[in-house]
């Protein structure tokens, strides 16, 4: 119960319709943990978490399991809390996995043999008579996948793969602009034999800055 929202304080936030105000006072909340997404790959199956907090308990209290906000695929009853649930309706494919007997309200469930077209929003609703009513709904979104380290692989290669490129362009590069001042050097040192008699100095020729020879050589070449 420490972890629900405080029983009493949220109450002015909200519209001040007498039914509203009395339903959160009671503060009945549900909740799918931290993350809201899921990710599950073809053919497993998956934990759809849900708990649920009251501040005065419950009785006969009913929770339903919706896809997509409109499909009912698990529903349930629970008399209080010394007991467990009892199942209503639900669709063959789903399990209950949870357990209202111990500190949490856990009325979690388990979806076998994931297809791609399960993959949407899944709401997780609860309505406590207890409390006037008060209902409570949270969302968590299933995505399906061929391969759970698919995307993580794909990452990883595109950055070994940018990195692996950059490196090799440059020690291309390097290698281009060695040859390239290896070349100059030669026509240089070419051209100061027959330069030699008209203007003697040359200071570009010794290659200590080879961008500097790189550029001042096409316009003599
Ligand atoms: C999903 O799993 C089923 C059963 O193994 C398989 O037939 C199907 O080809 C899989 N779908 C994809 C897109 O991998
Ligand atoms: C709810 O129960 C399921 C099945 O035992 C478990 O995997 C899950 O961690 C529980 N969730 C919480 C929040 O206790
Ligand atoms: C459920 O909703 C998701 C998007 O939220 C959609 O992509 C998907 O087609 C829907 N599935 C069905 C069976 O309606
Ligand atoms: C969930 O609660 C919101 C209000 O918080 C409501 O608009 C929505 O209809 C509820 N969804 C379901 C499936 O009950």
Redesign the pocket.
Known sequence: MAAGRPCTASAPARPPTGLHVFAIAFALEVSVGKTNTVMAL??SNVLLPCTFTTCIGFQDLVFTWYFNSTELIYHGKIKNKASEPTVIQHNPRVEFVGSTTKKDNNISIVLNNV??SDAGKYTCHVKNPKEKNAQHNATIFLTVV?KMVETDNTVTLIIVGVVGGLIGLLILFMLIKRVVLFIIKKMQDGKKECLVSSSGNDNTENGLAGSKAEQKAPPKA
Request: cysteine-free.
């Open positions: 073809n053919n297809e791609f061929h």
